[in-house]
T-cell receptor, first 113, second 112 residues
Framework: DVKVTQSSRYLVKRTGEKVFLECVQDMDHENMFWYRQDPGLGLRLIYFSYDVKMKEKGDIPEGYSVSREKKERFSLILESASTNQTSMYLC????????????FGPGTRLLVL | QKEVEQNSGPLSVPEGAIASLNCTYSDRGSQSFFWYRQYSGKSPELIMSIYSNGDKEDGRFTAQLNKASQYVSLLIRDSQPSDSATYLCAVYGSNSGYALNFGKGTSLLVTP
């Protein structure tokens, strides 16, 4: 079974703090993704990575950065958290071929005060 | 361009009935289609994938794909209260590469 884990289920941060969300997958998947999900807006892609040290912007990259130093780990960084970044953050991964099923981690619910 | 459309619902069906969830997509070149189930506060989990026109059955679930009409559906037979969740349709577009396009989901409520 594919296992995608995220470092925290719930997180509360203050405006202006630097926030790190970590995602780890144990199936040697090439591709990893970060989404945020908000009521009425659905899943929106923030960034994805198709290889170590490679990244591509998704639909809403502003205010975020990512890091992929090892194949199994993909980090999402909020450089200076703002209240409008309060959301559910979901990590996903897929094997190397395109158009494969995405497998999701459990999600991190982030509240920025 | 990146349009995957679903009726937001809620769709309410009685226990034991067939629930029919529908999804349309705009990219005629799309090849891969997925249905995910998402319980409140949880992450999406894959129910079915479908790649060819026609029906694909897995237990109580049947996915139907009609590429000519750009339409994919999910039927849930003998619906149970535990099927109450949001169902997300997801499509790979012809030029989307690794990025999967998600609909906003349909909320299903199965009433005892």
């Amino acid at each position: 079974d594919v296992k995608v884990t995220q470092s925290s289920r719930y997180l509360v941060k203050r405006t202006g703090e630097k926030v790190f969300l970590e995602c780890v997958q144990d199936m040697d998947h090439e591709n990893m993704f970060w989404y945020r999900q908000d009521p009425g807006l659905g899943l929106r892609l923030i960034y994805f990575s198709y290889d170590v040290k490679m990244k591509e912007k998704g639909d809403i990259p502003e205010g975020y950065s990512v890091s992929r130093e090892k194949k199994e780990r993909f980090s999402l960084i909020l450089e200076s958290a703002s209240t409008n970044q309060t959301s559910m953050y979901l990590c996903a991964s897929t094997p190397g071929q395109i158009q494969e099923t995405q497998y999701f981690g459990p999600g991190t619910r982030l509240l920025v005060l | 361009q990146k349009e995957v459309e679903q009726n937001s619902g809620p769709l309410s069906v009685p226990e034991g009935a067939i629930a029919s969830l529908n999804c349309t997509y705009s990219d005629r070149g799309s090849q891969s289609f997925f249905w995910y189930r998402q319980y409140s506060g949880k992450s999406p989990e894959l129910i079915m994938s479908i790649y060819s026109n026609g029906d694909k059955e897995d237990g109580r679930f049947t996915a139907q794909l009609n590429k000519a009409s750009q339409y994919v559906s999910l039927l849930i037979r003998d619906s149970q209260p535990s099927d109450s969740a949001t169902y997300l349709c997801a499509v790979y577009g012809s030029n989307s590469g690794y990025a999967l396009n998600f609909g906003k989901g349909t909320s299903l409520l199965v009433t005892p």
